[in-house]
């Protein structure tokens, strides 16, 4: 089993920035890609970005593209996720999830482990 910690969530003003961090444990072998995914109030859940694990890969929503940079340390089992510029159409729960093989990663059906979620609220 593969166990997801998210952390660095908060509240900043709109134009601001936050850095989330994803840590995992357990059997951090079987991670293919590591990434985020978010859901607004009364929205459905949707992808962010992801990083595979070995090459760094990354993949990014066209609506963070630019704004957001995800990385990671592979060292530390550790993705981090840089928001800057935020607006407050970015307020959400951001969930981390892990891909225990490749697939579509712009679908959650597609991720295998999640975590339990962090607040982020940006306000105007």
């Known amino acids: 089993q593969l166990q997801l910690g998210e952390s660095g969530g908060g509240l900043v003003q709109a134009g601001g920035s936050l850095r989330l961090s994803c840590t995992a444990s357990g059997r951090t072998s079987s991670i293919y890609g590591l990434g985020w995914f978010r859901q607004a109030p009364g929205k459905e859940r949707e992808f962010v970005t992801t990083i595979t694990w070995n090459i760094g890969q990354q993949y990014y929503a066209d609506s963070v593209k630019g704004r957001f940079t995800i990385s990671k340390d592979n060292a530390r089992n550790t993705a981090y996720l840089q928001m800057n510029n935020l607006k407050p159409e970015d307020t959400a729960v951001y969930y981390c999830?892990?891909?225990?093989?490749?697939?579509?990663?712009?679908?959650?059906?597609?991720?295998?482990?999640w975590g339990q979620g962090t607040q982020v609220t940006v306000s105007s």
């Open positions: 999830a892990a891909m225990a093989a490749f697939g579509s990663v712009g679908y959650a059906h597609e991720y295998d482990y």
